[in-house]
C-alpha cells in the first residue's frame, strides 16, 4: 500500500528561534518541513523551488511586509495555502493579510496543539483564525458587500446542496463541521466546495465567502 504523501510546509519568520521551534513542531506532528528562511523576498523564490502546501508566515519580516510576501507566493505557487502566524491581532493587520489571500491568521500565543490543528485545517482547504478574529473578517465582508445580487440572470447556477454548503462556508464552519452538519463526507464538502469555485470563477474560501455574503447567503 502506498503512503500518502505528507504535506509540505514552509516556515518563514525573522526570529531564528521560533523559526526553528516552528519547524521542530511540525517535523514531529509528521509535516515535511521542505523550507525556512527569515526574509520576505527570499521565502518567494524558495517556495517557486520548493512548492510547498502550506506557508506559515510571520507578518512582520526585514524586508517586505508580509502582504507583499503573500501576494508573491500565491503568484509562484498557485493554489499554495498561507496561515499568517502573528504577534499582532490589529484588525488592520487581519483584514490586510486575508485581502491579500491569507488562509488564515492565529496569533503566535496560540498553544501548540491549535497551532498544529490550524495548519491540518489549511492543508485541507479551510479557513482558520484564533478565536474571535473570524468575526472580524465576516463583518468586514459584510461591510464591503454593497452591490445587489446580479438580476441579469447571468449569475452562475449553483445545486441546491452547493448552495446549502455555499452557506455554511460563510458562517465560518469547517469543512469537518459541514460535513457532520450535512451528513456528508469530508470528501463530499471539498468537492462541492471545488465545484462551486469553478462555477463562480473563483480561487479559494476567503473569495467565496464573500460572494455568499453578497448574495446575502450568510
Same mark, same amino acid.
Given at each position: ?27 514531529? =506532528? @509528521? ?9 520576505? !523576498?527570499? *521565502? $518567494?523564490?524558495?517556495? &517557486? %523551488? ?80 484564533? =478565536? @474571535? ?9 459584510? !461591510?464591503? *458587500? $454593497?452591490?445587489?445580487? &446580479? %438580476? ?67
Amino acid at each position: 500500500m502506498t503512503e500518502a504523501p505528507r504535506t509540505r510546509v514552509m516556515v518563514v519568520d525573522d526570529h531564528p528561534m521560533w523559526r526553528e521551534g516552528v519547524s521542530r513542531d511540525l517535523t514531529a =506532528a @509528521g509535516y515535511d518541513v521542505v523550507a525556512t528562511t527569515g526574509e520576505g !523576498r527570499q *521565502a $518567494v523564490r524558495i517556495a &517557486a %523551488a520548493t512548492r510547498p502546501d502550506v506557508v506559515v508566515l510571520d507578518l512582520q519580516l526585514p524586508d517586505v511586509s508580509g502582504v507583499e510576501v503573500i501576494n508573491g507566493l500565491l503568484e509562484a505557487v498557485p493554489g499554495v495555502r498561507v496561515l499568517m502566524l502573528s504577534a499582532s491581532g490589529e484588525q488592520q493587520s487581519v483584514l490586510d493579510a486575508v485581502k491579500a489571500g491569507a488562509s488564515g491568521y492565529l496569533l503566535k500565543s496560540a498553544a501548540q496543539a491549535e497551532f498544529l490543528d490550524a495548519v491540518g485545517r489549511t492543508a485541507a482547504g479551510d479557513t482558520v483564525f484564533t =478565536a @474571535g478574529l473570524a468575526g472580524l473578517v465576516l463583518g468586514e465582508f459584510r !461591510r464591503l *458587500a $454593497v452591490e445587489p445580487p &446580479a %438580476a441579469d440572470g447571468m449569475t452562475p447556477k449553483l445545486t441546491e446542496r452547493e448552495t446549502e454548503v455555499l452557506r455554511l462556508v460563510a458562517k465560518g464552519l469547517s469543512y469537518r463541521q459541514i460535513a457532520d452538519r450535512l451528513v456528508l463526507s469530508h470528501r463530499t464538502v471539498q468537492n462541492h466546495v471545488q465545484n462551486t469555485l469553478g462555477k463562480l470563477q473563483l480561487h479559494n474560501r476567503v473569495e467565496l465567502t464573500r460572494y455568499a455574503i453578497e448574495q446575502g447567503l450568510d
